[in-house]
Nanobody, 123 residues
């Protein structure tokens, strides 16, 4: 089993920054591709960013490209999402996810999920 715990969410002003963290409880962290998704009230879960198991590929939703950066620290079993130039439409619950295949953008391809962390951006 892989347990994922997100942290780092909070309330920020538009134009500000936050860094989300996702800690994974597995010795085989490096074998997983990791993804970040978000879900706002009344909306479907939306892909944000993903990073491959080998950390040689990343992929971003068009809505966050150029503003968000996904990274991973194998020694700490942690994936990060650095969010800059935040906008009101970034407000959502952000979820960390993991799969043991290649990079994916579909939620159903991810086997493990964290509990989510709230990000609220005020305009």
């Amino acid at each position: 089993q892989v347990q994922l715990v997100e942290s780092g969410g909070g309330l920020v002003q538009a134009g500000g920054s936050l860094r989300l963290s996702c800690a994974a409880s597995t010795r085989t962290f490096s074998s997983y591709s990791m993804g970040w998704f978000r879900q706002a009230p009344g909306k479907e879960r939306e892909f944000v960013a993903a990073i491959s198991w080998s950390a040689i590929r990343t992929y971003y939703a068009d809505s966050v490209k150029g503003r968000f950066t996904i990274s991973r620290d194998e020694a700490k079993n942690t994936v990060y999402l650095q969010m800059n130039s935040l906008k009101a439409e970034d407000t959502a619950v952000y979820y960390c996810s993991a799969n043991n295949g290649g990079i994916e953008i579909l939620p159903r391809r991810y086997e493990y999920w964290g509990q989510g962390t709230q990000v609220t951006v005020s305009s």
